[in-house]
C-alpha cells in the first residue's frame, strides 16, 4: 500500500466593497464610506445604508474624495479589519 499524503487547500472569501474615501488624517488609515441598498423585510421598500469603515492604507496613497477599494483582512486593530486593495 502506498502511503499518499492529502494536502488540505484553505479558500478564504475576502468581502470586498467600493467606496469614497472621507478622512485620510490617520496614518496608514483611511476611513471609506461604503453606501448599500438592502430591501426592509416588512415594508419591500430599497433602502439606501452608509457605513463608514476603516482600512490600512499603508503609505496614505489616497486622499479625501478618491474612489477606495478594500477587502477584508485579519484585524489590525480594535476598529481596523480592511486593507485599502485598490
Known sequence: MANTAT????????QTFNG???SDKMKDTAV?????????????KFMKLKTKLM????????KIGD???IEGCRPI???KAFKVIA
Open 67 to 69: 474612489k477606495a477599494t
Open 32 to 44: 471609506v464610506l461604503v453606501e448599500r441598498y438592502v430591501k426592509h423585510k416588512k415594508y419591500q
Open 55 to 62: 482600512a490600512q492604507d499603508t503609505g496614505n496613497t489616497k
Open 77 to 79: 486593530s480594535k476598529n
Open 7 to 14: 494536502i488540505k487547500t484553505k479558500t478564504v472569501n475576502h
Open 20 to 22: 469614497i474615501v472621507t
